[in-house]
């Protein structure tokens, strides 16, 4: 305790404060024997009038000899302040460490939140070099595995943006990067030299560096890269705490940047089996036109249950081989199924001619595999016979073919057989038929005529709705037809949710006339 009169005059000092304040005595200035802010604090109080705190109770905190302490003031009627001073030192190094901790915390919940929300691998690395140039360190390298000895390299320096460069480099010019990018634990700042850093690490017009870490970035089962952490001469060395903290953050930054790799791994491999899976672009073959259109139940898909293709024949004369079918269920599973199906029609391809046989021996394949689910298929083999295009159809399971004539009469073919997958033996029977030109056959699934919608949303499209709008197609091109029904199919749903959609259309080409030269000889027709 201390006791300062109104005049900033020693008063009294117990025993406990010659040890703390050893030039204080009774009869001393308060001024030569206490630090700046006590006697500031002092005169405020000693001093006459209002004061903007309240006298006593006011706590006041300061350093003394290198320790911080508390001031807890009374004042005395005669004017007088008793100073209680209490040393705080280690609640104030807490208090301090419960500061940064919550700050670092903060900084490591905001890190891992901005670097997952891109699964974006050059935007990870953007984001972590900034954000360790901001935050700890005066520049920061964020280094992704090599390829051989090229490193793609992102910097960034404080307060500007990160720039990505590829850089060959000796991996062991710089110690603990080639471990840091294998995945080992990181060696201690004070190993490495800063002035045997090569040129590529050096940012430009960054200056002398003074301290160096260099920390792996772990993934997942597989390391993510390296961060390297950069400081400037005038800025204070990495202590064995920042070290550590630079380990934290980085183990966040490598798991955003593992799952963005990843994420690109997956997509690109999605999209590739995606491409294979997708129904072909049909055109015309052998003088016989091919129009087909998809579209799968949800649409953020691309693929689903519904699936069709066209093989050319594969020898002269034969008829090219359609394909249409529809799997049980929707969405991937389903597509799995019918990339499963389409590859075994391609190895059965030398036996196009003989339907029956091809959905018999499908049959077994499908029945021999893991998978529970079923099929419905119609084959038809179409070959171009002078102006004519000749069909053969077999149906196992799905809805028959409708044949729109000239006239607009629509037919539904005389085939039908039973489900592919379902039971050891199958049966089905072939029917044919012959397209005169501008005259088409249509092969469709179930995902057209059992869409519901309409003005009350609950009614099928349904066979004969589909057969009206076909009548109505008479003469069309196979382009024109199948748009036409994904149209209507469009207009009748609205927004309601459906089942995959495929309709295939094949088409006798119209004939053209051509005029009689100089009015004698026989006109002409060409496909």
């Known amino acids: 305790m201390l006791v300062a009169d109104a005049q900033g005059v020693v008063v009294r000092c117990n025993d406990a404060a010659g040890p703390l304040l050893p ?22 109080l000693a001093s006459p009038g209002p004061h903007p705190v309240p006298e006593t ?6 350093d003394i000899g290198g ?41 490591l919940a905001k890190a891992s939140n901005v670097l997952l929300a891109s699964l974006n691998l050059g935007r990870c690395m953007d984001g972590t070099a900034h954000m360790a140039a901001e935050n700890l360190a005066d520049a920061a390298l964020v280094i992704a595995p090599a390829r051989g000895q090229r490193l793609p390299v992102v910097t960034c320096v404080r307060g500007g943006a990160p720039a990505t460069t590829t850089v060959t480099v000796d991996l ?11 995945g080992f634990p990181p060696v201690p700042s004070r190993w490495i030299d800063p002035a045997t850093a090569p040129g590529w690490m050096m940012p430009e017009r960054f200056g002398p560096v003074g301290s160096i870490v260099i920390t792996p970035l772990p993934g997942h089962g597989v390391p993510a890269g390296a961060l390297i952490l950069l400081r400037a001469t005038e800025t204070a060395a990495f202590s064995d705490e920042e070290e550590a903290f ?19 791994e997956q997509s690109t491999v999605s999209d590739m089996l995606m491409r294979e899976l997708l129904p072909p672009d049909l055109h015309q073959i052998s003088g016989v036109d091919f129009a087909g259109g ?27 081989l359609v394909s249409l079918g529809d799997v049980c269920g929707k969405g991937l599973e389903a597509a799995v199924l019918t990339g499963k199906i389409r590859n075994t029609l391609h190895a059965l391809l030398p036996l196009a001619d003989d339907h029956q046989r091809m959905l018999s021996l499908l049959n077994t394949a499908l029945l021999s595999s893991h998978h529970t689910r079923f099929a419905t298929m119609v084959l038809a083999s179409a070959v171009r016979r002078g102006s004519a295009v000749d069909l053969k159809l077999t149906s196992g399971g799905h809805p028959s073919p409708l044949i729109v004539r000239a006239d607009g009469t629509v037919e539904e073919a005389d085939t039908h057989g039973t489900l592919i997958g379902a039971i050891p033996n199958v049966s089905a029977t072939t029917t ?31 066979d004969e709705r589909l057969k009206r709008a076909l009548a109505g197609c008479a003469g069309m091109p196979a382009e024109g037809i199948v748009e036409h029904v994904q149209m209507l199919a469009a207009q009748w749903l609205g927004n309601r949710p459906h089942d995959d959609m495929a309709v295939v259309v094949i088409s006798a080409p119209r004939t053209h006339h051509l005029s009689a030269v100089n009015g004698h000889t026989r006109g002409r027709f060409t496909a």
Do not use: N
């Open 23 to 44: 030039a204080a005595a009774p009869g001393t200035s308060l001024v030569d024997v206490a630090p700046a802010w006590l006697c500031a604090a002092h005169t405020r």
């Open 57 to 62: 109770g006011q706590t006041l905190r300061g």
């Open 67 to 107: 320790r911080h302490f508390e001031a807890h003031p009374t004042v005395r009627g005669d004017g007088s302040v008793a100073w209680w001073l209490v040393d705080d030192t280690g609640h104030q190094l807490a208090r301090e460490a419960l500061r940064r901790e919550r700050e670092r915390s903060a900084f």
């Open 172 to 182: 062991d010019e710089v110690p603990g990067l080639a471990e840091a990018l294998r």
């Open 246 to 264: 630079a380990r934290l953050f980085a183990a966040r930054a490598g798991a955003a940047m593992s799952a963005a790799r990843l994420y690109a």
């Open 294 to 320: 998809y579209r799968p139940s949800a649409d953020h898909e691309r693929i689903g249950g519904d699936f069709y293709d066209v093989h050319p024949a594969t020898v002269e004369g034969a008829g090219a």
């Open 432 to 462: 044919t038929a012959s397209l005169a030109p501008g005259e088409s056959c249509v092969l469709y699934t179930d995902g057209i005529t059992e869409a519901k919608g309409g003005p009350m949303g609950d009614d099928l499209f349904g």
